[in-house]
Every structure is written in structure tokens, then in C-alpha cells.
């Protein structure tokens, strides 16, 4: 059997050139081939991911800061390490940390049928955890000041312990420094913190555990607002003799404390210790020497811990995506969400294919997958069915020289729990 | 007031009748028809919850409305108003086994009492130190709410049930929409009929001259605790709503900001007039969502100038559109609104 092709006229001569029947399997053998190599791409599923930028409003500086750790994880994944069979798509909607913001934009989400969600703070998690729960829609979360969202079983898996662990990792690694220098009477903490959710978030299960821990506990001393002064709170804790000053507040408000207690020549007198916002570069340029000797309890590595895996990543991609390299220890905060993510994503669509990749199989993935191995970054992550916390250690950071640098790796917490 | 040609008052019934001609009444019916298909036709989960977002704005600037706008009373604690609402509508339902219709009135006599012991001031004092009297409204609220253990729920807020009548939750943002519309009607009925009634009229008396007022026989003070007594009352249901449609509800939902928002979109909708609050809830939300939209996008146009100028786009445009109407047009979008229906009617004509 022969197809006519085509006819060719030459010289006044008709000239009918045949084609055989072979040769049309294999050009249709081609076809297929190139059919086949192509599919995987145009057939990708794509996964999309809403995140809730609180890029403006009052936590503009941090969360411009996540949402770029974010990105440039996803980015880099999708550039080397891609998840076999699925795309990202990234939609982001600014919530300006601003509770009228985040069910409309939630709704928003919803319509455009996201698979997961990365939230950035208390305000967002309080907002929607409910809402989540009933959409099923899973999200990693910033927002440890929230603690029923650990109520199994909720969509909000946190990215970190609750906030009163993070006093009982100061709590723990000061007992262990007092006991070495072989003092055997209680030592006294106190807490002077902000008075709002965020800064209080440690004070109710914290205290009691710091009491059964062995500390004398002394009267928390809260303020509001923005302050420029913090003499009354400090000198309150000189009175009373304080060992250990806990803070849960940003950086602007521990330099404005450091730099009081400098001032009273308080620093030598007792140890100052803030939460993971107590620490950065911002602080030591505003307490400048203040710092030296302050702690910071944390989550997640130091920007000096150049061998540290997860910064070395964190510095290429700041290289490879904005060009410059920029000390922000938020972005490292973006990349953590975004590692979690995408881990979760790849078990999903390993276990179930590509093609299911959705919100169930994200949300299963999540709660049973092995241990995401965070590359040094903070600990290894493993949430399960009924846990919504990550892990259970954390770090103490020093400043010296101006510089935070670990000073105790790995310190195991109680997860206080409400 | 301008009046299609032929509409005279004849009775007092007439004066005080809202929907005078037939064209009215269509309009009137097209829109309810409009209102109730919006659901149905854009079942746009985002754009309904914007929309209810704006009801709930617009009641509470209702509210505000009635102090401000009508008596002439300041208060810069009306969000303060609005939480108190919504924690008597939680806590009834959760602790006293409300049921929600119950609780939704409850809440709006709540914050009618409290505002009535924070208005209090205005009997002795009046313009800057009421506003220094009212904002201590707000703080003391917070800080009550974000100390107030376990039955404000202290800083963790409080889990808010789901609303229902008869029965039939709305959980759906259709249902809830429909819901929040028929509240808008009651209370914008309500307002329209306070406003041409004899105590709207006093309001307005007091407002413009409480020595005159009084001299005419007006209580003055006891119409000035009436509105803030009326105007709280509005702040409470706008809460209540707020709570159920969130589910959750935080002292941080309640800001000094969210109060001092109002103050000023009450002034671009127009102060002392039914439609205003109408104009300034939708203008005020609108104006968040518009600028939510266009600051990422700004960002990556202008990649350098900093984000940070970016992150308070909203408060500056805010604050200029207030501005802008205070100086160009204090009487509000409402004025204009008017003159467009009087330029309307007349048309083809001048006058």
C-alpha cells in the first residue's frame, strides 16, 4: 500500500513521487514521541499557594521580608529541584494585618481553589483558624500566639513552639548557667514585656511553669505602645533583685530597654533575654554596646552561622534572586514556611501522583510525612495527627561583638501547653 | 428638599412619607429585587464578603451618625462601642445559652447602656474634652477585654458560634449576606424615620444651637444621652454581626483606628443625613480593598523606592480623601448625590 504525497512538475513531465506505508509509522511513531516528551510539561498539575501578606500595615518590614524568603524558596525550587508532575503558582493578597482583611481574601483564595496557605501572624491565624477548619484548607502559620489553633484537628500547623516556650528555653538554658556557677537559691525572673497579645502570649502558661522549674517568679511589668522609656519597669526589677529579665516584644522595644538598663548600670546585674523578634541587626545599631551580653531565644539559625546549610541556602538565594545580600533575619523566617511547603507538596504528589495534589492530600501529607529535614535551619519538622507543633527544640543567641552568634544549640522544650 | 414637580405637603403624614411617587416605588422594588438577586447572580464568594463588610460599616457609621451627624456629639470610642456588642452576643450565646435572636438585640442595649454612662460627660462638656472623654471609652473597653480573663477570653479573644434563625444556620455567605441586608433596611428605616421624626428634628436643634434649643423647650440633655444611647445601640448590632460573621472576635478588631476611620468617613459620606454613612461605609471599604490591590502592585513597578513607603499607602490615602472632602466639599458625597437628583428631576432645565 502507497500514499500519493505530493506531485512535482518538472521539465513539462509529471512526476508522482509515492511514499510507503513504512514510512508513515514511523513519521506517526515520531509524532508520538514528541507528543510523549512534551506531555509532562503541558499536563503539570498546577499547585496554588495563597499566602496572606501582611505586607503593609503595622508588620510591613517583616512580612515584605517573609513573602521574599518565600518566593525565592519556591523559585529556586521550581528552578532546581522541582516537584515531578506540578507547577507552583504563587497568589499573594496584602491582609495589611488587618482583621477586616483576611476572610475576604480567604474567600478570595477559596474561589481560586488554593491547595494550602502561608499565614504571618497571630492576627491572621486568630481570624480565619475556624474558617480553615470548615474549608479545610491547610496553612502553615507564624502565628504562635494563637494557642487553641494547636487544637487537633486544625489547619494552622505552626511554624514554631508557642511563645511560653520560648521563656522556658530561656528558663532552662539560665537554670543550667546558675546552677554551674554554683548558686543554690532561686533565681528571680520577671518579665517586662508589651501589653498586647503578642507580648503577653508567654506570660500565662509561662510563669506557672517557671515557678515549678524553680525560679521565684516576680511581678511582670507590662507597657503599651511604642515607648521611649522603660526606667519605671526596670527599676522595679532592681528593686526586687531580679537574676533574669524575659521580654516578648520587637527589637525596637528590647533596644529602648537594653539601653535604660545600660543607663541605670543594670547590664552586669542581671541577664536580659527576649523572644525570636529580640534579634537582628536593627537592634544592635539602635542599643549599639547595650546589646553586648543580651540573649535572644530562637527557632531558627543565625545569619552568622555561615556553615550552617540552611543560611548558606538562604545567602544563595538572596544572591541569585535580589542580587545583593541582605542581613534580614525575617527572610530566613520566609524560607521556613516555603521549605515545609514544598516538602509537603513532593510527599503529596509522590504518595497520591501529581495529579491529586490538593488540599486533603497536602493536609495528609502534612500530618504524616516523615521528618522534613530543615537543612540546619531550625530542627527538624514532624507534625502529626493530632500535634500542630513543629518540633520541640530551640536555640539561645548571644551578642558578641556585635554579632548574634549561637550560644546553645538545640535546648529541649516543654510545649506548655493552655 | 427638592420635590418632583406636582409633590406638595399637604398633611404632616405626607411630609413625613420617604417613597412618595410611583417612580420611587420602582426604583425602590428594583432595587430590593437587585439587592436580594445579588447573591444569586454574582455568587462571588469575595465580593460578598466585601459587601457584608460594608453593611456592617455602614450600620455602625448609622450609628455614629445619630452623635455626630444629627446631635452634633463627638465620639471617638465608637469601635469601643461596636466590641462591646460582640462580646455580649459571644458570651450570651456561649455562657448563657442564648439563641441568637435573642443575643443580637441584647447586644445592641448593651452597648446603648454603655455608651450612655461614656456620654455622660456631654451633659458638662462638649467638642474637645467629649472627645477626650470618649476616647478614654475606648481605651478603658480594650484594656477590660484584653484583661478580662476568661469570660472576655483575655488575649486569645473568643470563639464566636455561628448565627441561625428558625433553625437555619448562616453558615453560607449568601445566606449571611441576606441576613445582613435586612438588617441594613430595618435599621436604615429606623434611621430615615428618627431623622424626619420630632426627636431627629430636636437632634438637629441641639446641633445647631443647644442654648437656642433649650430656650425652645428642647431637653437638651436628655436628648443628648438619647443619641449616644441610640447611636451605641447601632455600634452594638454592627458588633454582634461582625462577631457571628467572623467567628472569632479579639479586642484588636476594635481599634482607636477603626474609631477615628469612622469619624472621617462619616464626614466623606456627609454628616446628618440618612444616605451618608451609606456612601462613607462603601467608600471607606472600598478604598481597602482598592489599595490592597495596588500596593503589591506599585512594589514591583517602583522596585526602587522602598516598600516601607508602600506599607502606609493606605493610611495616606485615607487621610488625603478626608481631607480633600473637608476642604472641598465638608458637606459630603451625599450633597452631591442631592444636587445630582435635583439636576436630574430639572433636566433639560437650569432651575
Known amino acids: 500500500m502507497a500514499f500519493r504525497l505530493l506531485t512535482i512538475k518538472q521539465g513539462g513531465r509529471v512526476m508522482k513521487r509515492r511514499i510507503s506505508s513504512r514510512l508513515v509509522l514511523v513519521l506517526v511513531a515520531v509524532g508520538f514521541f514528541f507528543l510523549a516528551v512534551t506531555a509532562p510539561v503541558v499536563l503539570a498539575k498546577e499547585v496554588k499557594l495563597g499566602v496572606f501578606g501582611d505586607v503593609t500595615g503595622p508588620i510591613a518590614f517583616t512580612g515584605q521580608q517573609f513573602y521574599k524568603g518565600y518566593t525565592d524558596y519556591f523559585k529556586w525550587v521550581e528552578k532546581y529541584n522541582p516537584i515531578p508532575g506540578t507547577t507552583i503558582k504563587i497568589l499573594m493578597e496584602d491582609t495589611g494585618y488587618d482583621p477586616k482583611r483576611y476572610l475576604p481574601v480567604l474567600k478570595k483564595f477559596v474561589e481560586e481553589d488554593i491547595s494550602a496557605g502561608y499565614i504571618m501572624g497571630t492576627m491572621g491565624t486568630m481570624t480565619m483558624e475556624k474558617e480553615l477548619r470548615e474549608l479545610k484548607i491547610p496553612c502553615v502559620s507564624e502565628g504562635s500566639g494563637y494557642p487553641p489553633a494547636i487544637n487537633p484537628p486544625g489547619y494552622v500547623f505552626l511554624l514554631r513552639p508557642l511563645y511560653p516556650d520560648f521563656l522556658a528555653t530561656a528558663g532552662i538554658y539560665f537554670m543550667e548557667q546558675w546552677k554551674k556557677a554554683g548558686k543554690t537559691e532561686k533565681p528571680k525572673l520577671i518579665e517586662i514585656t508589651w501589653d498586647t497579645p503578642y507580648g503577653r502570649g508567654c506570660i500565662d502558661q509561662g510563669e506557672p511553669w517557671a515557678k515549678a522549674y524553680g525560679y521565684e517568679v516576680l511581678p511582670y511589668q507590662l507597657f503599651s505602645g511604642q515607648p521611649n522609656d522603660l526606667s519605671t519597669q526596670l527599676l522595679k526589677a532592681k528593686n526586687l533583685k531580679a537574676d533574669l529579665v524575659y521580654s516578648n516584644h520587637l527589637e525596637g522595644h528590647q533596644a529602648v530597654l537594653l539601653k535604660d538598663a545600660a543607663r541605670l548600670d543594670l547590664l552586669d546585674k542581671m541577664q536580659f533575654c527576649g523572644g525570636s523578634e529580640c534579634r537582628g541587626a536593627e537592634i544592635i545599631k539602635l542599643a549599639g554596646k547595650a546589646t553586648e551580653g543580651a540573649w535572644s531565644v530562637s527557632h531558627f539559625a543565625d545569619w552568622t552561622e555561615t556553615q550552617n546549610k540552611g543560611i548558606q541556602l538562604c545567602m544563595n538565594l538572596q544572591k541569585e534572586f535580589r542580587g545583593v545580600l541582605d542581613y534580614q533575619t525575617q527572610y530566613v523566617m520566609g524560607v521556613i514556611p516555603a521549605i515545609i511547603t514544598a516538602e509537603a507538596i513532593r510527599y503529596a504528589a509522590k504518595t497520591f501522583g501529581p495529579e491529586k495534589v490538593s488540599k486533603e492530600t497536602i493536609y495528609q501529607a502534612l500530618t504524616t510525612m516523615p521528618e522534613i529535614d530543615m537543612l540546619g535551619i531550625t530542627a527538624n519538622v514532624k507534625f502529626s495527627p493530632t500535634e500542630r507543633r513543629p518540633y520541640k527544640h530551640m536555640n539561645v543567641s548571644k551578642c558578641v561583638n556585635g554579632q548574634w552568634v549561637k550560644e546553645k544549640y538545640q535546648i529541649e522544650v516543654p510545649w506548655l501547653k493552655p | ?351
Open chain 2, 1 to 351: 428638599m427638592w420635590r418632583p414637580s406636582g409633590i406638595f405637603n399637604r398633611t404632616y403624614a405626607e411630609d413625613r412619607t420617604v417613597i412618595r411617587t410611583r417612580t420611587q416605588w420602582i426604583g425602590l422594588i428594583l432595587l430590593l429585587s437587585a439587592v436580594v438577586a445579588i447573591p444569586f447572580f454574582f455568587a462571588n464568594p469575595y465580593l460578598l464578603s466585601i459587601i457584608i463588610l460594608t453593611i456592617i460599616t455602614i450600620i455602625s457609621l448609622q450609628g455614629l451618625n445619630f452623635i455626630l451627624g444629627f446631635c452634633g456629639q463627638i465620639s471617638v470610642g465608637h469601635s469601643a462601642f461596636m466590641a462591646i456588642g460582640a462580646y455580649t452576643t459571644t458570651i450570651l450565646m456561649t455562657r448563657l445559652g442564648f439563641p441568637f435572636f435573642l443575643s443580637l438585640p441584647c447586644a445592641g442595649f448593651s452597648a446603648a447602656l454603655i455608651g450612655l454612662v461614656f456620654g455622660l460627660p456631654s451633659l458638662r462638656v462638649k467638642g474637645f474634652y467629649l472627645a477626650l472623654a470618649t476616647l478614654a471609652a475606648q481605651y478603658l473597653i480594650g484594656w477590660y477585654l484584653l484583661h478580662g480573663g476568661q469570660l472576655t477570653g483575655n488575649i486569645y479573644g473568643l470563639p464566636v458560634p455561628r448565627a441561625s434563625i428558625a433553625g437555619l444556620a448562616l453558615k453560607t455567605d449568601r445566606a449571611y449576606f441576606l441576613f445582613a441586608m435586612v438588617m441594613l433596611l430595618l435599621m436604615s428605616y429606623f434611621a430615615k424615620n428618627l431623622e424626619i421624626s420630632k426627636m431627629g428634628r430636636a437632634f438637629i436643634a441641639v446641633r445647631d444651637n443647644d442654648l437656642a434649643a433649650e430656650i425652645m423647650g428642647i431637653n437638651i440633655f436628655r436628648y443628648k444621652l438619647l443619641a449616644f444611647f441610640i447611636g451605641s445601640f447601632y455600634a452594638g448590632i454592627a458588633g454582634a454581626m461582625w462577631a457571628h460573621y467572623l467567628a472569632h472576635i479579639h479586642p484588636s478588631h476594635f481599634s482607636l483606628m477603626d474609631s477615628i476611620w469612622y469619624l472621617g468617613f462619616l464626614v466623606v459620606g456627609g454628616l446628618g443625613s440618612a444616605m451618608g454613612p451609606v456612601f462613607g461605609g462603601i467608600v471607606y471599604i472600598g478604598l481597602k480593598e482598592i489599595v490592597s490591590l495596588i500596593t503589591p502592585f506599585l512594589g514591583k513597578v517602583f522596585p526602587g523606592i522602598s516598600t516601607n513607603i508602600f506599607s502606609g499607602l493606605a493610611l495616606i490615602i485615607y487621610a488625603l480623601v478626608v481631607i480633600v472632602f473637608l476642604l472641598f466639599e465638608p458637606r459630603g458625597i451625599n450633597r452631591q448625590f442631592k444636587l445630582f437628583k435635583a439636576y436630574y428631576r430639572l433636566w433639560p432645565f437650569a432651575y
